[in-house]
């Protein structure tokens, strides 16, 4: 879902301490988006469930032992896993949802990016019109915003920021993270799977 403006501009200083606070991962995986027929949603659900998934709310994210599942669209979810052969799960859930949904494999035109560390909500709201204030923004929360002028899909983890930006812009997002972050202390980049996030919980 498209978040509204900031309630109030952010303090954008870097902070004194943050110097080597924050770490840009890249992951691959898996990524399935569903998507229920016009008011078939909660027929989806009830399937989700039969296959132990649980399909959050817009605006919210699900994290289980192996997969990811968040939505920012009524009645569409993407599903996050670690990678299996090409277009094997999106053709496990077309089938099991059948005449009541569709599902795509989005593996390859989307990119998942981790922004960790104690300054990485402050250094997003340089280029991001969400308020990452944690108030607004809560652990499992999702939302679709725009930053460096690139649509991006946001996460809240308590392992930091997950970001999902179309392949054929990553590049110039990594890019621009490596920028933004360097005042903060950039760590050195590392892989990430949906299955080392799998430690972080929310209430």
Do not use: N, Y
């Amino acid at each position: 879902m498209s978040a509204p403006e900031p309630r109030s501009t952010p303090d954008r200083r870097a902070h004194p301490d943050a110097a080597g606070g924050v770490q840009l991962r890249c992951g691959a995986m898996d990524i399935v988006q569903i998507a229920a027929r016009r008011g078939r949603g909660d027929e989806v659900k009830r399937i989700a469930r039969g296959r132990a998934v649980e399909l959050p709310a817009p605006g919210r994210a699900t994290l289980g032992a192996d997969q990811l599942v968040l939505c920012v669209r009524p009645e569409r979810w993407l599903l996050l896993a670690a990678p299996a052969s090409p277009g094997a799960s999106a053709q496990l859930w077309h089938t099991a949802c059948a005449g009541i949904g569709v599902a795509l494999d989005l593996s390859c035109g989307l990119s998942a990016l981790q922004l960790a560390g104690p300054a990485a909500r402050e250094m997003l709201v340089r280029g991001c019109r969400l308020d990452l204030d944690p108030q607004a923004f809560p652990l499992g929360a999702a939302a679709a915003t725009i930053i460096a002028q690139v649509s991006v899909i946001l996460v809240a983890l308590p392992s930091g920021v997950l970001l999902l930006t179309p392949s054929s812009t990553a590049r110039h997002m990594r890019e621009w993270l490596t920028c933004v972050a360097q005042p903060f202390g950039l760590m050195l980049h590392t892989d990430f799977t949906v299955a080392a996030l799998s430690g972080d919980q929310w209430s």
